[in-house]
Antibody, heavy 121, light 110 residues
Framework: EVQLLESGGGLVQPGGSLRLSCAAS????????MNWVRQAPGKGLEWVSV????????YYADSVKGRFTISRDNSRDTVYLQMNSLRAEDTAVYYC??????????????WGQGTLVTVSS | QSALTQPASVSGSPGQSITISCTGT?????????VSWYHQYPGKAPKLMIY???KRPSGVSDRFFGSKSGNTASLTISGLQAEDEGDYYC??????????FGGGTKVTVL
């Protein structure tokens, strides 16, 4: 059974930093592209970032580019999201999600339970 | 990276069919066959319903049908059931190698 378990969320002051982790199990982690998606309270889904299978390609939403960094450790089956210069508008539940198929294509078929990040003074 | 355009709400009676539209541009929806759809209950993680415009993941009912014409993708739900209520989101690949979601559509079964 595929499982994704996020951790690292919490309360942080504006301008602060947090690192989210997502531990994967139940599939060959190194074969899949991984994504981070967030959802502000009462709002819709917002795609945040994606990392390729071997971590040689990363892409970001304009809203987080230059502040967030996605990375992965295939030896630990874990994907990370380093979040710096946090703003109030970054307050959201952050989900990690796995592509449904290897390689190109759309669709995130497995999601974690989410971890809440609150940016407030 | 402007959000894709979805209707705020769609409703239907049990057994009826409804269609949710998702409008983008030639740089996202219209340019790639990489559109997916998600169903989300409040407080829960999204569930993948359709990927690559028309494909259904294992376990998803064949009452869910995805299509695309030009810059607009659509999700049709036939034989509407109470369990189909919730929020639906479309998502598309873009020409900048990023992804973008729609604003979401609240489905109500009358």
């Amino acid at each position: 059974e595929v499982q994704l378990l996020e951790s690292g969320g919490g309360l942080v002051q504006p301008g602060g930093s947090l690192r989210l982790s997502c531990a994967a199990s139940g599939f060959t982690f190194s074969n899949y592209v991984m994504n981070w998606v967030r959802q502000a309270p009462g709002k819709g889904l917002e795609w945040v970032s994606v990392i390729s299978e071997s971590a040689d390609a990363t892409y970001y939403a304009d809203s987080v580019k230059g502040r967030f960094t996605i990375s992965r450790d295939n030896s630990r089956d874990t994907v990370y999201l380093q979040m710096n210069s946090l703003r109030a508008e970054d307050t959201a539940v952050y989900y990690c999600a796995k592509k449904v198929v290897m390689g190109a294509g759309s669709g995130l078929d497995s999601w974690g339970q989410g971890t809440l990040v609150t940016v407030s003074s | 990276q402007s959000a894709l355009t979805q209707p705020a709400s769609v409703s239907g009676s049990p057994g009826q069919s409804i269609t949710i539209s998702c409008t983008g541009t030639s740089s996202d929806v219209g340019g790639y066959n990489f559109v997916s759809w998600y169903h989300q209950y409040p407080g829960k993680a999204p569930k993948l319903m359709i990927y690559d415009v028309t494909k259904r993941p294992s376990g998803v009912s064949d009452r869910f049908f995805g299509s695309k014409s030009g810059n607009t993708a659509s999700l049709t739900i036939s034989g509407l059931q109470a369990e189909d209520e919730g929020d639906y989101y479309c998502n598309s690949y873009t020409s900048t190698r990023t992804w973008v979601f729609g604003g979401g559509t609240k489905v109500t079964v009358l």
